[in-house]
């Protein structure tokens, strides 16, 4: 057998991250990305710390890996044509250029239905390719703030902040590969191709279903709430402890009650004000008061495997270095290792889709590409000649224009 996607072409005119992370997760699952690059590359190539200068950029290589790079000037004729006959020969579109601008090169939707029928054409942008705001620009910060989600976050009271990771453009790309693989589904029964418009501010909202539903649904408006959890009970939050902090998750009666056997306070149980969920709701602080001062008796991870053992939910407060560390991961196929020569860090990893397969399972084989690396390798798929490739490869490694 072969993985899910194994024997779908991908053209990837994408840059940055959320397109990226889109071919990444389509990748993973075994088809062939073919990554087309200006003669500057991916500004993610370049970007953060590490091994910025070398067009391995920490980023770059974490969406980026076992993808093909070929480079084109996709505002010459030779370029445009390369890009026609890969088109020919693909499965899935997906690009995330500003509205129109795609079209414009002569390789939008229409374009490349008049090319291959049945193709799947995937448009990522911020804002969508409609509406009043289809030409601003877009950044993860900016979707952010403008979604509410940046006022979902803190304690009550507290200023806007940022999500501490790009959030939307994550679940952007997420949203966009199970569009294109519905997709492909639909035309496994219809032979129809599909034309996906998949926008970064929609994403945010979709996301925050948890919170925009129940306010769609009943107007129930959503405030901050700091580290309480979504049921609100005083019991689902986050608490100190003798070292570090510790987030509960204890919630119907029967948590409640185990809680209460570990910290050895079966008195909280009998204790008139936490008879049920409302009133220890309505007396929330002074629980919390009664069960800080036992966490403040032992480290956090002491009570992490006490309260687990009980059946009571409860996590220690970890930074990521130390989260990603845990043995369990070890387990659950969720790093990949990379051999990526010439690169100086050693110990490479990427991330896994975050799911595992009975057999046949995502993954990905080789390292992220070189700009241009599969140029000439890609040329000679596509029919091109020797002495033809040859002039191509030349032009794109002599100007960063590429072909």
Same mark, same amino acid.
């Given at each position: 057998?072969?993985?899910?996607?194994?024997?779908?072409?991908?053209?990837?005119?994408?840059?940055?991250?959320?397109?990226?992370?889109?071919?990444?997760?389509?990748?993973?699952?075994?088809?062939?990305?073919?990554?087309?690059?200006?003669?500057?590359?991916?500004?993610? %190539?370049?970007?953060?710390?590490?091994?910025?200068?070398?067009?391995?950029?920490?980023?770059?290589?974490?969406?980026?890996?076992?993808?093909?790079?070929?480079? $084109?000037? =996709?505002?010459?004729?030779?370029?445009?044509? !390369?890009?026609?006959?890969?088109?020919?020969?693909?499965?899935?579109?997906?690009?995330?250029?500003?509205?129109?601008?795609?079209?414009?090169?002569? $390789?939008?939707?229409?374009?490349?239905?008049?090319?291959?029928?049945?193709?799947?054409?995937?448009?990522?942008?911020?804002?969508?390719?409609?509406?009043?705001?289809?030409?601003?620009? #877009?950044?993860?910060?900016?979707?952010?703030?403008?979604?509410?989600?940046?006022?979902?976050?803190?304690?009550?009271?507290?200023?806007?902040?940022?999500?501490?990771?790009?959030?939307?453009?994550?679940?952007?790309?997420?949203?966009?590969?199970?569009?294109?693989?519905?997709?492909?589904?639909?035309?496994? %029964?219809?032979?129809?191709?599909?034309?996906?418009?998949? #926008?970064?501010?929609?994403?945010?909202?979709?996301?925050?279903?948890? !919170?925009?539903?129940?306010?769609?649904?009943?107007?129930?408006?959503?405030?901050?709430?700091?580290?309480?959890?979504?049921?609100?009970?005083?019991?689902?939050?986050?608490? #100190?402890?003798?070292?570090?902090?510790?987030?509960?998750?204890? !919630?119907?009666?029967?948590?409640?009650?185990?809680?209460?056997?570990?910290? #050895?306070?079966?008195?909280?149980?009998?204790?008139?004000?936490?008879?049920?969920?409302?009133?220890?709701?309505?007396?929330?602080?002074?629980?919390?008061?009664?069960?800080?001062?036992?966490?403040?008796?032992?480290?956090?991870?002491?009570?992490?495997?006490? =309260?687990?053992?009980?059946?009571?939910?409860?996590?220690?407060?970890?930074?990521?270095?130390?989260?990603?560390?845990?043995?369990?991961?070890?387990?659950?196929?969720?790093?990949?290792?990379?051999?990526?020569?010439?690169?100086?860090?050693?110990?490479?990893?990427?991330?896994?889709?975050?799911?595992?397969?009975?057999?046949?399972?995502?993954?990905?084989?080789?390292?992220?590409?070189?700009?241009?690396?599969?140029?000439?390798?890609?040329?000679?798929?596509?029919?091109?000649?020797?002495?033809?490739?040859?002039?191509?490869?030349?032009?794109?490694?002599?100007?960063?224009?590429?072909?």
């Amino acid at each position: 057998m072969a993985k899910a996607l194994s024997g779908y072409r991908v053209l990837d005119f994408t840059h940055v991250l959320s397109g990226p992370i889109a071919t990444n997760f389509l990748i993973l699952m075994g088809a062939d990305v073919i990554k087309i690059e200006s003669g500057a590359g991916d500004t993610m %190539r370049n970007y953060g710390g590490g091994q910025g200068s070398d067009g391995m950029g920490p980023s770059f290589v974490s969406v980026n890996s076992g993808k093909r790079s070929i480079v $084109l000037d =996709l505002k010459s004729k030779a370029g445009i044509d !390369v890009a026609q006959r890969l088109i020919a020969k693909a499965d899935v579109v997906v690009e995330n250029f500003r509205p129109g601008v795609i079209d414009r090169l002569g $390789l939008g939707y229409e374009a490349c239905r008049k090319i291959k029928a049945d193709v799947v054409f995937c448009s990522v942008s911020g804002f969508g390719q409609s509406g009043p705001l289809k030409f601003n620009p #877009a950044i993860d910060q900016i979707v952010q703030s403008m979604s509410g989600l940046m006022n979902l976050s803190g304690e009550p009271g507290s200023p806007p902040i940022r999500i501490g990771f790009p959030l939307v453009d994550t679940y952007t790309g997420l949203l966009a590969a199970f569009a294109i693989v519905c997709a492909l589904l639909q035309r496994e %029964r219809s032979g129809e191709g599909q034309y996906i418009d998949v #926008a970064m501010f929609d994403a945010s909202m979709v996301m925050m279903i948890s !919170v925009l539903g129940p306010y769609l649904v009943a107007g129930m408006k959503p405030e901050k709430q700091g580290n309480r959890g979504y049921s609100m009970s005083p019991t689902a939050d986050t608490f #100190a402890t003798a070292k570090g902090s510790i987030t509960l998750g204890a !919630v119907r009666q029967e948590q409640f009650e185990g809680l209460c056997k570990v910290i #050895a306070r079966p008195d909280l149980v009998a204790d008139a004000r936490f008879a049920d969920r409302k009133l220890r709701f309505e007396n929330g602080e002074a629980l919390q008061t009664e069960v800080t001062r036992e966490f403040m008796k032992h480290p956090a991870e002491y009570w992490e495997r006490l =309260l687990n053992e009980a059946g009571v939910a409860a996590g220690v407060v970890r930074d990521l270095p130390d989260a990603i560390a845990l043995e369990h991961f070890a387990t659950r196929d969720l790093k990949i290792p990379l051999q990526i020569p010439g690169l100086k860090t050693d110990n490479v990893q990427v991330l896994n889709a975050g799911f595992r397969y009975a057999h046949d399972a995502p993954g990905i084989d080789g390292p992220p590409p070189r700009l241009g690396e599969h140029t000439r390798e890609i040329l000679e798929e596509l029919g091109y000649a020797p002495e033809q490739i040859e002039t191509i490869d030349r032009r794109s490694n002599g100007k960063r224009g590429g072909v």
